[in-house]
């Protein structure tokens, strides 16, 4: 599939030319290169705008890309709190791992923080880690302070892995620390 004139005003904010084009027919839930739909594009740019409008034209917000990362889940490794936001207003599903883990990885502890009040599951796997494993192989001190805050278990993953050895097999000493520190 190719880029769409919707995927690209989505990814610049163009609320003007993305309501123009939804009034001639454009499809909102229209699949470009990875599966992104032009929600995707408007959530990683923090077009929290366009988001709200797409949603208000019932596009798909929990929509699919190749990596099965949705529209919150690309919000959320941006750092993009107010897409996220509008997402969540709209009823988006961040129950899954994917928003909490790309927040976790991309070292955003505020929207580790909304999405935990908002009950997202800290203690979900994806590809077989969790959130507090993924900060941890981060060096994100921050996230996991975060995250032990919120009560995140430190759990091994489904390989074995356990937030302590990943920050050690990654060098992460002020992590380890850390986590020392909690015991």
Request: aromatic content about 2%; proline content about 4%; hydrophobic content about 45%.
């Amino acid at each position: 599939a190719q880029r769409t004139a919707l995927h690209l005003s989505s990814a610049e904010g163009h609320l003007d030319v993305v309501r123009v084009l939804a009034e001639h027919g454009a499809n909102p839930d229209s699949c470009w290169d990875v599966g992104s739909a032009p929600i995707h594009f408007a959530a990683a740019h923090g077009h929290e705008n366009v988001v709200r409008f797409s949603a208000g034209r019932k596009a798909n917000l929990n929509a699919q890309d190749m990596y099965s990362h949705t529209p919150a889940r690309v919000a959320a490794e941006g750092g993009r709190l107010e897409a996220l936001r509008v997402l969540m207003e709209h009823k988006a599903d961040i129950h899954a791992a994917g928003p909490l883990h790309g927040a976790a990885a991309n070292n955003h502890p505020i929207l580790v923080r909304v999405l935990a009040e908002a009950k997202a599951e800290l203690d979900s796997f994806q590809d077989g880690l969790t959130a507090m494993i993924v900060a941890c192989q981060g060096g994100h001190v921050e996230v996991v302070r975060q995250l032990l805050q919120l009560k995140a278990q430190l759990k091994p993953g489904a390989t074995g892995v356990t937030p302590l050895s990943a920050a050690a097999q990654c060098g992460r000493t002020a992590v380890i620390c850390l986590l020392a520190e909690c015991g």
